[in-house]
């Protein structure tokens, strides 16, 4: 199976137009046409990873974090970066990363957090901006149904848990084409008026490309008319962090110990107590500072996350508990949640869950 047709199954797993515009995902080391014999799924890919790799016969590293996070200017080894990418290049080892993509997705980083202390009616805490446009076309009502269909069969018209959506009208239209128009309907030359059903659908604006190709691919018209609009909207199915409820409120140290267990933690930094049950549980795998105005303002008790810094737990105000339960830890399941994807997709060789441990950080 070439690594192309594997980058297919990826993006599905976590659409690269996800990820935040910072990060740098997708293939990081490898030629498309290599022909893969085997996946290692891994947190990070480190040069240890890459020795287990080898040893595994798996030829194609599957990373949460990105091993290439900013530019290289030089590959000389003196570096963890630096020796991971040599070895994997020598070796003829493609790598992979997912990270924010996958942080962005419905069923991603996030909810597999929630599923963790099973937490329930989640929905997204930072929705994702400037990622919704509006496509406006025009047609006969002859072709409506058809270019309506095409264009929702190519992505659009999905809004939340519902899709063929649109909004139609009826109205007419007006045209003249010169000697050179060969018209569908009129006489070049001529005035013609015609009733027309104007469509109108929004859609994630990757899809952009794909849309409008099914659009031509199915409009009658020699010149089609179409706008297409950046809106302002949230994208309520796609971004960072989650929040849920418990299905019973608990205490809030017993549910630090409950998070404890359920997500393996050596130790967790909190927010004082403020002596009120949690009911209303805020996630955000990874570095999650940024978010916690957002878990206020949505109501939480609690908000999990990681790396907060001293000052970041005086904006909890009374409020909210901050509770930083660790990065690696918030991340914990990620890689069984890829693999057990991968595993179902892809059936003629084997998809490995790592075994090395790569937290960088040790507690006593």
Not at 68 to 90: C, D, H, M, P, Q
Not at 226 to 239: A, M, P, R, T
Request: hydrophobic share 40%; charged share 25%; aromatic share 8%.
């Amino acid at each position: 199976m070439k690594l192309k047709q594997i980058l297919t199954i990826l993006e599905e797993l976590a659409p690269l137009a996800y990820a935040e515009d910072f990060d740098n995902v997708g293939l990081l080391v490898g030629n498309q046409e290599n022909e893969i014999t085997g996946i290692l799924v891994c947190h990070d890919a480190l040069e240890s990873v890459i020795d287990e790799a080898i040893a595994k016969k798996c030829n194609l590293v599957v990373c949460f974090h990105p091993i290439l996070f900013t530019g290289l200017k030089k590959i000389t080894g003196k570096n963890y970066v630096e020796r991971s990418v040599i070895k994997a290049i020598k070796n003829d080892i493609s790598i992979y990363a997912v990270h924010t993509a996958l942080d962005n997705h419905k069923n991603g980083v996030n909810k597999i957090f929630c599923d963790a202390l099973g937490l329930i009616n989640t929905k997204i805490l930072v929705p994702k901006e400037n990622f919704i446009q509006k496509l406006i076309t025009y047609t006969i009502p002859e072709n409506a149904d058809k270019v309506r269909n095409a264009i929702c069969n190519a992505g659009a018209g999905t809004i939340g848990n519902y899709d063929n959506c649109s909004f139609n009208s009826n109205g007419f239209s007006t045209y003249q084409g010169n000697e050179n128009s060969n018209p569908k309907i009129g006489t070049k030359g001529e005035l013609t008026q015609t009733d027309e059903v104007k469509i109108e659908v929004t859609f994630e604006k990757h899809l952009q490309s794909k849309i409008l190709k099914a659009l031509f691919s199915n409009h009658v018209y020699e010149e089609i008319a179409y706008e297409i609009y950046d809106i302002q909207n949230s994208h309520q199915n796609i971004g960072l962090g989650m929040i849920g409820t418990l299905e019973k409120p608990i205490d809030e140290k017993e549910f630090l110990e409950f998070v404890k267990q359920k997500m393996l933690c050596g130790t967790i930094k909190h927010s004082s107590f403020l002596e009120k049950p949690i009911s209303k549980v805020a996630v955000l795998g990874g570095s999650g500072s940024f978010a916690i105005k957002n878990a206020i303002q949505n109501g939480a008790d609690v908000f999990l996350t990681s790396d907060l810094k001293y000052h970041n737990f005086y904006e909890a105000e009374n409020q909210i508990l901050l509770a930083d339960i660790g990065h690696f830890e918030s991340e914990r399941y990620t890689k069984n949640y890829i693999v057990d994807f991968l595993k179902e997709k892809i059936t003629n060789f084997a998809v490995v869950l790592s075994e090395e441990n790569t937290n960088p950080v040790k507690y006593l």
